[in-house]
C-alpha cells in the first residue's frame, strides 16, 4: 500500500492518481513536512486575519468580532473533534486529554504556549507569544480586544473534549496582562 493511499483510504485508485496536493507528500522528508504544516498554519490565519479586516471595513468593529465570535464557535468545535479523532480519544477525557489536545491545535504551530500547574482537575493556560498581538505590538497597535471570542473559542473547545470541563479566563485583551503572557485560561473539572 503506497503512502498516498494510507493518507487518503476512501479514495479510488483514478482519484489517487490525481490528487497531486496529497501524493507529493508522501516523498517529502519529515523537516519538509514540519514546514509545510507550518506554512499551512500561517496561510489559516491570514485568511482568518483577512476575513475579519474585511468584515470589519464594511460593517465595523463590532460587527466583525461578533462575526469572528461566531465563527469560532463552530470552528473550534470542529477543530477539538478533528484533534481527538486523529489522537484517538474519546469526549470524557478530562484536563490530561484537554492538555494534549491544545497541543495539537492551528494556534500551537504558531504560537508560544504552556500548561502550568497541571493536575487531574486543574490547568492553566497560557499564550506567551501570540502571533496576531506581537504583530500589532510592533505596529505600534493597541492589544486586538480578543476576550470575547477567546471564551467562547476556549470553553467551546474545552466542552468538546470533556462536557465537565468549566473554563475561566484569568486574563486576554482588553484586559490588563503581564508581559510574560497574552492570555491566561483556568480549565477545571470538579471532583467527583
Given at each position: 500500500m503506497s503512502g498516498t493511499q494510507t493518507l487518503?483510504?476512501?479514495l479510488s485508485r483514478d482519484e489517487t492518481c490525481l490528487d497531486e496536493g496529497i501524493r507529493l507528500?508522501?516523498?517529502?522528508?519529515?523537516?519538509?513536512l514540519i514546514r509545510i504544516v507550518i506554512d499551512d498554519a500561517k496561510n489559516w490565519l491570514a485568511h482568518d486575519g483577512l476575513w475579519f479586516q474585511a468584515v470589519e471595513a464594511?460593517?465595523?468593529m463590532e460587527k466583525a468580532i461578533d462575526a469572528d465570535r461566531e465563527a469560532w464557535r463552530r470552528f473550534t468545535v470542529i477543530e477539538a473533534k478533528r484533534?481527538?479523532?486523529?489522537?484517538?480519544?474519546e469526549p470524557g477525557g478530562g484536563i490530561p486529554a484537554l492538555v494534549e489536545c491544545l497541543k495539537?491545535?492551528?494556534?500551537?504551530?504558531?504560537n508560544?504556549?504552556?500548561?502550568?500547574?497541571?493536575?487531574?482537575?486543574?490547568?492553566?493556560?497560557?499564550?506567551?507569544?501570540?502571533?496576531?498581538?506581537?504583530?500589532?505590538?510592533?505596529?505600534?497597535?493597541?492589544?486586538?480586544p480578543c476576550k470575547s471570542v477567546g471564551v467562547v473559542e476556549?470553553?467551546?473547545?474545552?466542552?468538546t473534549v470533556d462536557p465537565r470541563i468549566e473554563t475561566r479566563c484569568i486574563a486576554c485583551p482588553p484586559d490588563e496582562h503581564p508581559?510574560?503572557?497574552?492570555?491566561?485560561?483556568?480549565?477545571?473539572?470538579?471532583?467527583?
Open positions: 487518503q483510504p476512501n507528500l508522501s516523498d517529502l522528508s519529515k523537516e519538509e464594511e460593517h465595523g484533534i481527538m479523532a486523529r489522537l484517538g480519544l495539537h491545535r492551528l494556534y500551537a504551530r504558531l508560544l504556549q504552556e500548561c502550568l500547574e497541571a493536575s487531574d482537575d486543574r490547568v492553566v493556560f497560557r499564550m506567551v507569544d501570540c502571533r496576531v498581538q506581537s504583530a500589532r505590538k510592533r505596529k505600534g497597535l493597541p492589544d486586538f476556549y470553553a467551546e473547545f474545552a466542552r508581559e510574560e503572557f497574552w492570555c491566561a485560561w483556568e480549565f477545571t473539572v470538579a471532583r467527583e
